[in-house]
C-alpha cells in the first residue's frame, strides 16, 4: 500500500481525483486496498442506533451515560433494520444507523437503492447532510427534489453546495453510488461518477455561529421509505494527505513565494540566532524567543504555513509587524499559535487560544491536530481584516476595525497598521515550521 508521506502533494492529490467508480467493483461489502469495509454484509457490527440528536450533547455525557444512550434505541434498531442477502435496509423508520467510530478526514464510497416518495441522507460526523431523495416527487420540487440527490441540503439558503451542480440520479429502483470526500469543513460528492458538490463548506447545522465538527460518527438517516445501502467503504486521510489536498483544492490558486527556502535565514530579520534549522524545518530553540521577520513588508496577503506542536508548545504570527516591539500590541497583531487543550491552558482568555488575535479576537477552538502532527493553516488579510483556515476550517474571521474591547483593558495601537512585516514570535518552546509561503494581494 502506498505510504502518504512517501508521496509528492501533486502525486497525492492525483490519486484522491483519480480514482473512479470502475477501481471499486470488487466483491459485494468487500473493501478495495486502502479503505475498510464499514458494514460487513452479515450483521450490524460496527454499528448503533441513535436518532436526529446533538453530537454536543453526545460528547458531554460521561460513558455510563453514552453506553446507556446505546442500549435504549437496540430494540428499535432489531425492529427497522435487517441485513438482506448482503444489502443492509431500513424499512423507512426508527432510529439511524450509527457507527461506532468516529472520523475526521475521510473518502466514503456508499450505494444505496430507494423507492418511491423516500427521502433519506447521510449525516457526516453526526452533521446533516448529503441528501438522499426521489427527485421525481413533485410534491418536492419546491424544496429541491427536482435537482436530485447528493447536495448539502442543510447549508444555509444560496450557500455552496446546497443544491448538487447535475442531477446525476439513476432512476428509482437502481443502485447509485456516492463518493464523498470530507476534509476539514469541505465536503465534496460525486454520484454516479459525477461531481455534484466541489469542496463546499459543510454548514453546521446545530451552531451556525461556528464551523463543523472536527471528528464525528457517520450516520444513515432513515425518513419513510426503505433505502437499502451496501459497499460502505471509508479511508480516513493522513494529516499530510490532507494537507495536500487542501493545498491543491485552495481557492487562492498559484502567485505563492516561498519565503523559507529551508537552508539558510536569507531574507529573515531580527534574532535568527534563536532559531535552528532543522531538516527543511524553522524550529525556535528552547528557552529563547523573539520575533523574527521577513525583510519584505507585506500590505494584504496571504501566507500558508505548515506548524508543528510540542506539549504546552507557545509561538505566535507576527502580521504587519514594525520590526521592533511586541508586535501583539505595535503590530497589526498576533496570531496564537498555541497547544490549547493543555492543561496548563485551561483558564486562559478566549482571546488567547489558537487562531486567536491575541488580546482581541477569539478563535474557534477544537480543530488543531494532534501534538506532534504537522498542522496547516492559511492567514488572509485583506485591510482591517484578518481571517484563519486551520486544517481547512476557518476558526477566524475578524474585522480588527471594530475591536473595541480589549483583554485585560489593554489598547492594540498597532491594530490599524496598514503593512508590516510578517513573522514568527518565538516564546521559549520549541514550535516548528516548514513550506511558509505567501502571495501578496496588492
Known sequence: MLNPRSLSIATIFALLL???????????????E?????FNGKNLEGWW???????????????????????????????????????????????????DRQYGDFEMWIDYKTVPKADSGIYLRMNPQVQIWDFTDESKFGIGADKGSGGLWNNNAGAKGKDPLVLADKALGEWNRFRIIQVGDKTSVWLNGKLIVDHAIMNNYWDRSRPQFARGHIQLQTHGGEIRWRNIFIREFSSEEATAYLREKDPAGSGFETVF?????????????????????LLCQKGKGGTIY???????????????????????????????GNTAYVGMCEL??????????????????????????????????????????QVTVKGATIKVELNGVTILDADLSKVTEFMDN?????????????????????????????????
Open 18 to 32: 483519480g480514482t473512479t467508480s470502475a477501481t471499486l467493483q470488487a466483491e459485494e461489502n468487500v473493501a478495495p
Open 34 to 38: 486502502g479503505f475498510t469495509a464499514v
Open 49 to 99: 442506533g441513535l436518532g436526529h440528536f446533538d453530537p454536543r450533547k453526545l460528547e458531554a455525557m460521561t460513558d455510563d451515560e453514552r453506553k446507556a444512550l446505546r442500549g435504549t434505541n437496540v430494540a428499535d434498531v432489531k425492529t427497522h433494520w435487517t441485513v438482506d442477502d448482503g444489502d443492509l435496509v431500513n424499512d423507512g423508520h426508527g432510529v439511524y444507523l450509527t457507527t
Open 261 to 281: 527556502d529551508g537552508k539558510s535565514f536569507d531574507g529573515w530579520a531580527g534574532p535568527t540566532s534563536n532559531y535552528t534549522i532543522d531538516n527543511g524545518t
Open 294 to 324: 521577513t525583510e519584505q513588508e507585506y500590505s494584504d496577503f496571504i501566507a500558508r504555513i505548515e506548524f508543528k506542536l510540542p506539549p504546552g508548545g507557545n509561538n505566535g504570527l507576527a502580521i504587519r509587524y514594525p520590526g521592533k
Open 336 to 377: 496564537q499559535v498555541l497547544d490549547s487543550e493543555h492543561a496548563k491552558y485551561a483558564k486562559l482568555d478566549q482571546r488567547q487560544y489558537h487562531g486567536s488575535a491575541y488580546g482581541m479576537a477569539a478563535a474557534h477552538r477544537g480543530y488543531l491536530r494532534a501534538t506532534g502532527e504537522w498542522n496547516y493553516q
Open 410 to 442: 489593554s489598547p492594540h495601537p498597532g491594530k490599524d497598521r496598514a503593512s508590516g512585516h510578517f513573522g514568527f514570535a518565538g516564546h521559549n518552546d520549541p514550535v516548528q515550521y516548514r513550506n511558509i509561503q505567501i502571495k501578496s494581494l496588492k
